[in-house]
DNA sequence: TCTGGGGTCCTAGGACCC
DNA sequence: TCTGGGGTCCTAGGACCC
């Protein structure tokens, strides 16, 4: 009855998406949590950016700054956590090894979401899904939403009413034409994925307001007042497969670290040391993919939400293409002293590393003293295995005492990453 | 007092060349 | 003083995502 109105050889998308994903998290190791508001704060503990239902049914949005709902919290006893991504991202690898299990066509879309291919079995998608809902639950702790649809857009849309309409018991799926045009008529634009708030009030103002006028609108039109992006998420609602699949998660190209102060910065040297940690932290994640930067950006701003802003960057071209952190260090020191402006109070500053080029590709280092290159290499190997558990060994010019470093007075232990914190049976 | 971080892709416009 | 057009490459900025 079903396959009947299904292509031949459709490809089945299920998109697995972790239920308010950190505060969840917060919620696994201390059980005196589950039916009350948690929320965790972004670094620097500044605003809310994962909220239990609880805390979203006190109306805390996301995105809110702290300060602003501080007293609510304290009135509605809402347990307030710094972000802890240690412990989240640990949890992250617990789901998607448990999520293999169910197809050997796995991609890792994000910390807390994966899209499965369900290509070819014989099976009942819906129950499918409330097994592998059932199964993260039971192992992790952790709730989950699953939507199963023909493309990735519409598996988007089939989990966001997973989550919404609790009568579904967390698993949707919109394999049937019928079913699935209902669903896209109640769906507004601005819930796609792909449509932000620009396209929307685009759409709007010709009167496309559904997914499904979305759908049915003129391919020419989309293309020529939106974008050929846009046109694509036509295609997928549609039921036409246009996202590719990624099983290997490409090589970035860019790195970047960036981060907003704990306190005031002014000086040269405090604003130095910080971007000495965040190249020192960038060079590490592009080590990861075996590269060296060819080209960096430095940026520094003082708070955009004070008067006096003042925000710019520099950058420059990395010759020879270089992996070795102290080199990248020297160009920050550089970069630094050309933007660096006297009697500002700094908020925020990043490295961004760009450009890169695979240590084996030949080119790399192609003039250098190679017999250096080899222990430079070495060398960086050896502090990236002692630092991959946690920060073990820093170098000098990140400084010792970091009064720059952001607040985050309000974590919780590392439970599942650090032996001296893990929870005790009594 | 207090407002996150890390990515990708597209597009428009300028520089430059023939 | 008037006077072409087309192509490529690069960059900055916007839009979007989680």
């Known amino acids: 009855m079903l396959s009947s109105r299904l292509p031949r050889n459709p490809n089945i998308y299920a998109l697995i998406d972790c239920n308010n994903f950190y505060a969840s998290c917060e919620r696994v190791f201390d059980p005196s949590l589950r039916g009350r508001p948690v929320v965790v704060l972004s670094n620097n503990d500044g605003c809310a950016i994962a909220r239990s239902e609880e805390a979203k049914d006190l109306g805390i949005k996301m995105g809110q700054p702290f300060f602003e709902w501080e007293r ?30 169910f197809s050997p066509d796995l991609e890792i879309y994000s910390i807390d979401e994966a899209f499965l291919l369900l290509n070819g079995m014989n099976i009942d998608h819906e129950k499918y899904g409330r097994e592998i809902r059932q199964r993260v639950l039971q192992w992790t702790g952790l709730p989950v939403s699953v939507g199963i649809a023909l493309t990735k857009t519409l598996a ?18 919109l394999l049937d034409a019928a079913v699935c045009d209902a669903v896209l008529a109640e769906t507004p634009v601005q819930d796609l994925w792909g449509i932000g708030r620009q396209k929307m009030k685009l759409l709007n103002s010709y009167g496309i307001i559904n997914a499904l006028q979305l759908k049915d609108a003129d391919d020419v039109w989309v293309k ?7 046109l694509r998420t036509v295609y997928e609602l549609r039921g036409i497969s246009c996202v590719g699949f990624e099983q290997i998660p490409p090589d970035k190209k860019t790195i970047a670290a960036t981060r907003s102060f704990g306190t005031e910065v002014s000086s040269f040297e405090e604003l130095n040391e910080s971007l000495a940690a965040y190249t020192a932290r960038a060079a590490e994640k592009m080590r990861e993919q075996d590269c060296g930067a060819g080209s960096m950006l430095i940026f520094v701003e003082t708070s955009p939400f004070k008067e006096n802003y003042y925000a710019n960057s520099a950058s420059i071209a990395i010759n ?37 080029q695979k240590a084996d590709s030949g080119s790399y280092e192609l003039f250098a003293d190679t017999r250096r290159e080899a222990q430079r290499e070495k060398l960086m190997a050896a502090l990236d295995g002692l630092n991959r558990q946690e920060r073990q060994v820093v170098f000098g010019q990140e400084g ?16 599942s990453t650090r032996i001296s914190e893990c929870l005790k049976a009594r």
């Not at 020529?224 to 846009?230: A, P």
């Not at 010792?400 to 439970?415: D, E, I, V």
């Open 72 to 101: 609510l919290a304290a009135l509605h006893d809402i347990r307030v956590f710094s972000s802890n991504f240690a412990l989240y991202g640990d949890m992250s690898h617990r789901v998607m090894t448990i999520l293999r299990d």
């Open 156 to 173: 988007k849309v089939a989990n966001h009413i997973a989550k919404r309409q609790k009568f579904r018991g967390g698993v949707s799926c």
């Open 224 to 230: 020529k007042h939106l974008s050929v992006m846009t």
């Open 320 to 356: 020879p293409v270089s992996g070795y952190t102290p080199v990248l260090m020297k160009y920050a020191a550089a970069l630094l002293r050309q933007i660096y402006r006297d009697g500002k109070i700094y908020k925020r500053a990043g490295v961004i590393l760009g450009d890169f």
């Open 400 to 415: 010792l005492a970091k009064p720059w470093f952001m607040r985050q007075s309000r974590k919780s232990p590392s439970f």
